[in-house]
């Protein structure tokens, strides 16, 4: 089972920038979907953004045109930018990766957007 760590979350204002990293123990290849998730105080866990094949990209409503998913195979690395955050944003995101039976999934990384 891969192991994933996230990291990039932190305070940041209404308008502002983040990119969150996950580093994965192991390869990630093109087969393997990989999203982020997130999780607000409250609420249940949706989905942010995914990848599927390597090639399809998806993003929930709410983020379209502020957040891009992407992956660095030679670094084992997902990625999501995320721009003109909003306080609505605010959650803890987590990273996930799945294959056949695997479903790996990080602790995730707070993010706190103040208006």
């Known amino acids: 089972q891969v192991q994933l760590v996230e990291s990039g979350g932190g305070l940041v204002q209404a308008g502002g920038s983040l990119r969150l990293s996950c580093v994965a123990s192991?390869?990630?290849?093109?087969?393997?979907?990989v999203g982020w998730y997130r999780q607000a105080p409250g609420k249940q866990r949706e989905l942010v953004a995914v990848?599927?094949?390597?090639?399809?990209?998806d993003y929930v409503d709410s983020v379209k045109g502020r957040f891009t998913i992407s992956r660095d195979y030679a670094k084992n690395t997902v990625y999501l930018q995320m721009n003109s955050l909003k306080p609505e944003d605010t959650a803890v995101y987590y990273c996930?990766?799945?294959?056949?039976?695997?479903?790996?999934w990080g602790k995730g990384t707070l993010v706190t957007v103040s208006s």
């Open positions: 996930n990766i799945r294959w056949l039976a695997m479903d790996a």
């Open positions: 990848v599927t094949n390597g090639i399809r990209t």
């Open positions: 192991g390869s990630i290849f093109s087969s393997y979907t």
